[in-house]
């Protein structure tokens, strides 16, 4: 695969979330992307047990923060062609879409998940919503 260069618009998968974001550094195995966008929301809960409530820690996993600069490994960045949206827009329709998800289904997972976007909801306010 060819390597990207610095500057590239990119739409990188960083555990279960996608992000649109720009290569700002290379690496052997990584690149580092500054996020611009969310595509898909992180999924909640433990990444090593998916979809499973009854785990010994269930993690909130926030979406990586507008301009946050992250190591992403390379086979999981691939250049993005298209608009770049708006991060706070992009987030509250990817926050959405899961939220709609997780409301379809009856596990205890998805409680434990509605959950924790409530308790992200009102973070996502303060910070981002508020702010438009």
Do not use: W
């Amino acid at each position: 695969m060819e390597e990207l260069a610095l500057g590239t618009i990119v739409k990188a998968h960083k555990k279960t979330g996608t992000y649109i974001g720009e290569v700002t550094g290379i690496k052997e195995k990584h690149y580092l992307v500054k996020i611009l966008a969310v595509v898909k929301h992180p999924m909640q809960g433990d990444l090593h047990h998916p979809k499973e409530a009854d785990v010994p820690f269930f993690h909130e996993r926030k979406a990586l923060a507008y301009r946050e600069q992250t190591n992403v490994l390379k086979n999981m960045v691939k250049p993005y062609e298209g608009e770049i949206p708006d991060y706070t827009t992009s987030l509250k329709e990817a926050f959405e879409k899961l939220k709609n998800e997780l409301e379809q289904d009856d596990s205890a997972f998805a409680q434990k998940s509605l959950h924790c976007l409530e308790e992200l909801d009102k973070e996502y306010d303060r910070y981002y919503y508020s702010k438009q």
